[in-house]
């Protein structure tokens, strides 16, 4: 029972470089996000996901992109990774639009030098 | 995009004090809810709202969804060490198909033991 697990756990990456961050759910949920934790800004929204196949933008999509290709994933990448998209990055997933059904991973903690 | 004014931004109290912090919108909400973060993890939710004027409990723990539906107080008594952490409101308003979450600055909170 994992639940929501994203890897990798830390990366530190030089600015232009690009990486991709996994998020999996074990769980069927239909729904899958991505947030950005900066200090004192709570957490924002980058790209969702609706079911398999669909993403949509969330409230800060830019230099972002994401994958659903299959239910129980979701991807993130950063094609060419800024200091300003130095952040902690949380996928969550729900059953359904129902926020009470939200389901967070760990996080993963990246740093752009 | 909108906004959730949480406050306090942090919290030191001794062991043993109650706490209460509170969220405030411009914006009328459907559901609040309240998240606790622990360090290195992702959000928990704690108490989701559902009703204008509900008042909900789970343990230490009581939420209120305001009657104007554009604000939420969650109080803590008793306060014990493991409730050190960031508490997070959020809000979610029905939108036809994009009922995204949108979440509040967080209140640090400290226990003094």
């Known amino acids: 029972n994992a639940g929501v697990t994203q890897t990798p756990k830390f990366r530190v990456l030089k600015t232009g470089q690009s990486m991709t961050l996994l998020c999996a759910q074990d769980?069927?949920?239909?729904?899958m996000y991505w947030y950005r934790q900066d200090p004192g800004m709570g957490l924002r929204l980058i790209h969702y996901?609706?079911?398999?196949?669909?993403?949509a933008k969330g409230e800060v999509p830019d230099g972002y992109n994401v994958s659903r290709l299959k239910k129980q994933n979701f991807l993130l990448g950063l094609e060419s990774a800024a200091p300003s998209q130095t952040s902690v990055y949380f996928c969550?997933?729900?059953?359904?639009?129902?926020?009470?059904?939200?389901?967070f991973g760990s996080g993963t903690r990246l740093t752009v030098v | 995009g909108q906004q959730l004014n949480q406050s306090p931004q942090s919290m030191f109290i001794q062991e043993g004090e109650d706490v209460s912090m509170n969220c405030t919108s411009s914006?009328?909400?459907?559901?609040w809810l309240w998240y606790k973060q622990d360090p290195g993890e992702g959000p928990v939710l704690l108490i989701a709202?559902?009703?204008?004027?509900e008042l909900t409990s789970n343990g230490r723990l009581t939420a209120q969804f305001g009657i104007t539906r554009k604000d939420s107080f969650l109080n803590i008594s008793a306060s014990i060490p493991s409730d050190v952490g960031i508490y997070f409101c959020?809000?979610?308003?029905?939108?036809?198909?994009?009922?995204?979450?949108?979440f509040g600055k967080g209140t640090k909170l400290t226990v003094n033991p």
């Open positions: 969550a997933s729900s059953p359904t639009w129902d926020a009470y059904g939200y389901t």
């Open positions: 769980m069927n949920h239909e729904y």
């Open positions: 996901s609706v079911g398999e196949g669909t993403t």
């Open positions: 914006s009328i909400f459907n559901t």
């Open positions: 709202l559902y009703k204008a004027g």
């Open positions: 959020a809000g979610q308003r029905l939108q036809g198909g994009s009922e995204k979450l949108v």
